[in-house]
């Protein structure tokens, strides 16, 4: 049955990368089954009741503090799940010791009882009840930071993964699942791969199966082909994986040229291709719907290939400096009409906040362009931080047209952000963004890109479902 809710007050976006859209009115969300689209906006609607008189409706109303806003939701491009619980855990580490010190021990533990997790164990262990509170926390804990939309590498248990299915399609977000792949012997550790070629096909199209039951329509959630990345997968099931994205029509997630020594290893396990970027291109990997995990050391040849496929990189600033792995270069990829979205790569990533995302792609863009001699073409703003996070989101996981802006026929999902108010005598609410009422609302924006956390969001939406409410 249809219901439909008026949202009123003010509403902020980042429509394009230049332009920070701060209007002040009402919209009429309807949501039928969960799946809540904008029916209709008015931007000169003046109060509630203003507004139930306009769109002509008897609807409960819905309305920001004078001190708050409407946000499009956040979009994560590339986040682990299962990693969740080493977030801020790296030691001094670079990609690949990292992998085998930290990921695939933690990751192993969540299907097999002989990982090196449960070594010291006194008790049996239960892989999938570890499995059921991390994934549930770290679902929790991205609603919270407003996070409507996750694109998530699981693990390579078929359980485990239907399981994180399970858990975001209960809990509301629009979420893309991928059982991870990954049987080089000689690349993965005894206790974590898959069989066989055959196996990892197999176990995919369990997952495949597995989300279509949960949701046919793939609106709220989808599988997504998850090759962990190229070291890690046999060339034979690369492109058994390549074939069976392009014959089921699902999106593809993998990492690419995230660190130097990677890229050497890439080159030395395939030698007959031309580059990291042609491994998955002769597999058939990169695809309109496909998402590159970093690209920090890619040639131009290799973004020239990505911008014929179509395929779309997720930026993950905060992992690339806690790893070491260098600096991506965003600006010329969106210069040569490449789509960007941000990643928080958790637990290369220390925080699951997208909006800490965006601070660290302003601070690394800064980087960037002091190394091409202090050209600030290269720095990244608030709007287009903000842009990245929403509207190049959606366009990164496919979801172009759907999410990200406040027009009619999008999908509802979003956050209210609420601003810490200090009154005359210094006393405000303790939630991070101190405005004091003086500053105009892009500054405001600007001090909750720079200094806001979960402590901002106040309520999060996802196709009109109410997914989060702060106590």
């Known amino acids: ?30 949501s039928n089954d969960g799946r809540g689209i904008i029916e209709k906006t008015d931007w000169t609607v003046n109060g509630p009741s203003d507004a139930l008189s306009k769109f002509g409706v008897e609807v409960p109303v819905v ?22 619980p080493n977030a801020g855990i790296f030691g001094k580490s670079t ?9 695939f021990p933690l990751e192993s533990s969540f299907g097999n009882t ?75 550790p005894d206790y974590y791969r898959d069989e066989s070629t055959e196996a990892s096909i197999a176990n995919s199209k369990a997952s495949i199966d597995y ?46 040229s995230e660190n130097v020594n990677e890229v050497k290893l890439v080159k030395e396990l ?40 179509k395929s779309k990189i997720s930026h993950c600033p905060a992992s690339n400096s806690a790893l070491g792995s260098g600096f991506c270069q965003v600006r010329e990829m969106l210069d040569l009409g490449i789509e960007v979205g941000l990643g928080t790569d958790v637990s290369g990533g220390y925080s699951p906040s997208i909006l800490d995302a965006v601070r660290n792609a302003c601070i690394v863009s800064r980087h960037v362009g002091y190394l091409k001699g202090g050209d600030s073409r290269y720095n990244l703003g608030v709007a ?24 009619e026929g999008m999908l509802w999902d979003v956050q209210e952000i609420v601003l810490g108010d200090v009154d005359a005598h210094g006393e ?18 600007a001090k909750w890109v720079w200094n806001g956390d979960d402590r901002s969001v106040s309520r999060v939406w996802v196709g009109g479902r109410l997914v989060h409410q702060r106590v």
């Open 211 to 256: 989300c279509r039951k949960l949701d046919p329509s793939g609106d709220l959630l989808a599988h997504i082909i998850t090759p962990r990345f190229a070291p890690s997968c046999l060339e034979e099931t690369l492109k058994q994986l390549g074939t069976l994205a392009n014959d089921e029509d699902l999106r593809v997630q993998t990492h690419i």
């Open 428 to 445: 405000g609410q303790d939630n991070g963004v101190d405005v004091f009422g003086w500053e105009n609302w892009e500054d405001r924006v």
């Open 1 to 30: 049955m249809a219901t439909r809710t008026i949202y009123f007050g003010r509403f902020i976006s980042a429509p394009t990368p230049d332009d920070l859209l701060i209007q002040t009115g009402a919209v009429l969300v309807s």
């Open 384 to 407: 287009e931080g903000l842009w990245l996070a929403t509207v190049g989101g959606a366009k990164v996981v496919s979801m172009e047209g759907r999410l990200g802006k406040f027009e």
């Open 270 to 309: 395939f030698p007959d291709r031309k580059s990291y970027t042609d491994v998955y291109d002769h597999a058939g990997l990169l695809t309109g719907k496909t998402i590159l995990a970093h690209a920090v050391h890619m040639s131009k040849e290799e973004l020239e290939t990505i911008r014929e496929r």
């Open 63 to 84: 309305t920001a503090p004078d001190n708050g806003y409407f946000f499009p939701g956040f979009i994560d491009t590339h986040i682990h799940a299962p990693q969740y």
């Open 95 to 103: 990609l690949l010791d990292w992998l085998t010190t930290y990921t």
């Open 114 to 188: 002989n990982s090196p997790m449960y070594a010291d164990a006194t008790t049996p262990p239960d892989p999938l009840a570890r499995a059921r509170a991390v994934y549930k926390r770290v679902i929790a804990q991205t609603l919270a930071q407003g996070t409507t939309t996750a694109s998530y590498f699981a693990t390579i248990h078929v359980e485990a993964t239907n399981l994180l299915a399970d858990i975001a399609f209960d809990k509301g977000q629009r979420a893309y699942i991928g059982r991870v792949c990954m049987d080089r012997p000689e690349m993965c």
